[in-house]
């Protein structure tokens, strides 16, 4: 019986609010069922979002009241899972914890939502989420079966940089592998996030659980990210999907930027018109850009003149949607691969595109995140992408599973070839044996 299944790769960003993009990634999951696709990845963060740019104004020995009032938002827009802090394991899985008085459910309902979707559309949903949990903010993902409901959650047991401002460590517990069968194919999955991928002992704890299918959902849009990819891949026998986000810098949330994030191309403009004049300080509800106030408090509206972007028509950043499915090309693992796009107009309608600002300056067409999504083989080829300056789209391709077991011939880093008599690894709180 052949050991194929269908992935995707959701190169997909976070809107400006969490029911925004919850509701977003429904629409994106029901666009990968009618393509066929069994198993779909959202980036990290994705859910409560990625603070890009973000100091939250900190600094050694010092913070500031703006910085803690951004927090807040991003505290606000994260979602709650009903955990508890230290993580209840399957506690929390079989819904065995006290319920509050009067609710059918712990958390906001974020879970059951998930769960949702993944039943109706008969696609298995994993996806990166900022979860709260008490007063301290997780990194983690989620593994939702259309059948089962969430199979295994787990928090990002090291956050990079000043991610671990606002990220607290997580359980090594939850790096726990889960199997379940689709379509007569058994897979073992497991999650490494971003630069935890950049762990030789956290790989090999999920190597030595034998996993084939590896999700690497990333904020890391370096082009150097798919050589790491391709590593794991070949490393771990395993097939690997990463997911990142597509974004601009006129893209990001309004509590970061301090900016409405709405508006006209004039409006957009404000900082090279103030050049000429303009109040910035005038008054909402009026284009601030354009107006200048004179000694004698007369306004003089300056006119703008339109001006086509040329860094704007190479970005190639439309409202439209499209999957690029690679599953029926070779291409050279060094290179993106040429591939067929089909229009998926029902995202280009859901997404909230049309409040996005449509800005002609050049600092804000910048990309911030260039995106980078890909997926590799166990033999380390990349089989679809990377996938550079598109938004809102799928990486589709079909997988061998047997792929994994055929490279096992020569090498099997969780096996013999590991020399598990002479090298010892002990994680405490987890059990490397592959899971039943």
């Known amino acids: ?35 066929g696709i069994d198993i779909i990845l959202f980036p990290e963060a994705y859910l409560g979002g990625y603070p890009r740019t973000c100091s939250f104004g900190n600094a050694v020995g010092g913070r500031t009241a703006e910085g803690r009032d951004q927090f807040l938002h991003y505290f606000n827009a994260a979602v709650d899972l009903g955990d508890t802090p230290a993580g209840a394991g399957n506690e929390w899985l079989q ?16 879970r059951e939502e998930l ?22 903010l997780y990194c983690g993902v989620v593994y939702v079966c259309p059948k089962l409901g969430i199979l295994g959650k787990r928090r990002k047991v090291m956050p990079t940089g000043a991610e671990r401002m606002i990220w607290g460590q997580g359980s090594p517990a939850t790096l726990r592998a889960v199997t379940t069968e689709i379509k007569g194919v058994r897979v073992c999955m497991a999650a490494a996030i971003c630069w935890e991928n950049y ?13 084939n299918l590896w999700f690497a959902p990333t904020a890391d849009a370096r082009e150097t990210w798919a050589s790491l990819m391709r590593t794991v891949g070949i490393e771990g026998r395993c097939v690997v999907m990463s997911a990142n986000q597509c974004v601009k810098k006129s893209q990001l949330p309004e509590w970061i930027t301090g900016s409405s994030g709405t508006g006209s191309k004039e409006e957009a403009r404000s900082a090279s018109v103030a050049q000429n004049g303009a109040d910035v300080g005038h008054a909402r509800g009026r284009r601030r850009s354009t ?31 499209a999957i690029h499915d ?31 600002p449509n800005s002609t300056s050049p600092a804000d067409d910048e990309y ?24 809102d789209e799928l990486l589709v391709t079909e997988v061998d599973f047997e792929d994994c077991e055929r490279g096992r011939l020569d090498m099997d880093v969780a096996g013999s070839y590991g020399r598990l008599d002479s090298f010892k690894l002990v994680v405490e709180g987890l059990d490397l044996n592959p899971p039943p």
């Open 95 to 110: 819904r065995r914890l006290e319920l509050p008085r009067g609710k059918k459910y712990r958390g906001d309902g974020t």
């Open 1 to 35: 019986m052949p050991q194929k299944l269908k992935l995707a790769s959701a190169q997909s960003r976070t809107l400006p609010t969490t029911t925004e993009t919850l509701k977003a990634l429904e629409q994106t999951t029901k666009q990968a069922a009618k393509q």
């Open 368 to 391: 911030v995140s260039r995106g980078g999504s890909c997926i590799t083989s166990p033999f380390g080829e990349i089989l679809a992408g990377p996938l550079w300056e598109k938004e």
């Open 326 to 356: 690679d599953s029926a090309s070779s291409p050279s693992p060094l290179t993106q691969p040429t591939a067929k796009q089909v229009a998926l107009s029902p995202l280009s309608q859901t997404q909230t595109h049309a409040d996005v």
């Open 291 to 321: 107006i200048t106030i004179t000694e004698d408090k007369h306004e003089i509206c300056w006119p703008i003149v339109e001006e086509e972007n040329p860094a704007s028509s190479r970005s190639n950043g439309t409202s439209t949607s």
């Open 199 to 211: 762990m030789p002992l956290l790989r090999q704890s999920l190597y030595s659980q034998n996993v």
């Open 115 to 136: 769960e949702r979707i993944a039943r109706e559309t008969g696609v298995f949903v994993v996806t990166g989420l900022v979860e709260r949990c008490a007063g301290t």
